[in-house]
């Protein structure tokens, strides 16, 4: 009996002394300097990150213009159809006027050209109305064009930093897979700048557009009433 203990731990010591000598290995997480890295992608990261600020820009200043004119007031048409029913033109030309948004203006453009034939005034309330529109779409082709431009420029950098490389091997012939994934890694950063200030270029610029076109609807919607209270007067 006492053999087989013997046997049994002279069995186990050995396998146990070799798993503590077995030395543990740590995963290491691997830090990223993101702008260190987003400035080895080469020159074109130069008027890529240009674009990227400007666009950033006329997003910024185009919201809030939006947000300045767009402002809608349940009271401006009820407070203008009150004025214009009870013969008070001027106070509701002011109304409107106060009001310092583009309904404002359209109602204003409307309220001005009463007395005259209810053709004359619709006409004149569309085109009031395509100038504020106008001046809505103002600088989207801005983000139109950054839409497309910003991916063209990382590929050329792509496509530049992809020459070089293999220019450099056959200088040099050195092919080793760290040279080549090193460089490619570094020349792709440009490509994906490109796509990611195309991406918010593209989508401020139909967002935008959405947002003008429900604007619109929103306009015709109150020429609409505006004809009908002084054709009928409701």
């Known amino acids: 009996m006492t053999n087989i203990i013997f046997l049994a731990l002279q069995d186990t010591i050995p396998a146990a002394t070799q798993e ?15 702008l260190s890295l987003v400035m080895k992608g080469g020159v074109m990261v130069i008027p890529i990150l240009l674009l990227f600020f400007f666009t950033l820009y006329v997003i ?3 919201a809030m213009y939006y947000k300045k004119v767009m ?21 509701a030309q ?21 007395g005259r034939p209810v053709s004359e005034i619709e006409g004149m309330m569309e085109k009031a109305t395509n100038v504020e529109i106008g001046l ?33 091997i056959s200088e040099t012939a050195d092919i080793s897979i760290g040279s080549i994934s090193e460089g490619l890694y570094e ?4 490509s994906g700048l490109g796509l990611i200030v195309g991406v918010v270029a593209y989508s401020g610029y139909h967002y935008f557009n959405m947002v003008i076109d429900s604007f619109a609807l929103r306009v015709q919607r109150q ?12």
């Open 71 to 91: 402002k809608h007031s349940e009271s401006l048409m009820s407070d203008v159809r009150h004025q214009v029913s009870s013969g008070k033109i001027d106070a």
């Open 223 to 234: 020429v609409i009433q505006f004809v009908n209270l002084i054709t009928t007067g409701k």
């Open 60 to 62: 910024i200043e185009r």
């Open 20 to 34: 503590a000598a077995t030395p543990i290995v740590e995963s290491q997480e691997i830090s990223v300097n993101y």
């Open 187 to 190: 020349k792709m950063i440009s």
């Open 94 to 114: 002011m109304t409107a006027a106060r009001a310092a948004t583009a309904e404002g203006n359209i109602l204003e453009s409307g309220i001005s050209m009463l």
């Open 136 to 168: 809505m779409e103002k600088k989207l082709g801005w983000l139109g064009l950054a839409a497309g431009i910003a991916p063209i420029l990382g590929f050329i950098g792509t496509i530049a930093g992809v020459i070089k490389i293999f220019y450099q």
